[in-house]
């Protein structure tokens, strides 16, 4: 997945070169094969055909999904909302200043209104943005 994520160069010549590891090696296939069935990859469909020791596979350009960025740390966890509620919330319970109470109360009755995924969508883009990733 690290490969895929990495995005160096042409993703075509990435997905070649994996590809390419694949036929050269059985436990690359089938760990390859393992990735794209439990939907961290797509881009590609392993086939098992009868009497065949190891997948073959339909392919294209290899993207790692959402599932797939988060397991390797490029993509918030679902759990990124529920973070966020735990945070104000903690930022609530240390304030004393009435003004900035209000304005996290406010917040906080927005964000658990709009529900956990959106909330994770909006706080990942958020960040990125002010990271300067996107």
Same mark, same amino acid.
């Given at each position: 997945m %690290? ?17 390419a ?5 059985? =436990?690359? =296939?089938?760990?390859l094969?393992s990735?794209? %069935? ?26 790692l999904t ?11 966890? %679902?759990?990124?909302? =529920? ?11 240390q ?22 995924e ?17």
């Amino acid at each position: 997945m %690290e490969e895929i994520l990495s995005g160096e160069g042409d993703p075509r010549t990435t997905s070649s070169r994996i590809f390419a590891k694949v036929n050269a090696d059985v =436990a690359t =296939a089938f760990t390859l094969a393992s990735l794209i %069935e439990d939907g961290y990859v797509t881009g590609a469909s392993a086939h098992w055909g009868l009497g065949n020791t190891r997948p073959t596979f339909v392919a294209g350009v290899l993207r790692l999904t959402p599932k797939g960025r988060r397991v390797a740390g490029d993509w918030p966890s %679902e759990a990124g909302g =529920a973070a966020l509620i735990k945070a104000v919330e903690a930022l609530l319970a240390q304030t004393d200043d009435p003004e900035r109470r209000g304005r996290l109360e406010t917040f906080l009755r927005s964000a658990r209104s709009v529900g956990q995924e959106l909330l994770t969508d909006v706080a990942a883009k958020f960040l990125a943005h002010v990271s300067g990733i996107a």
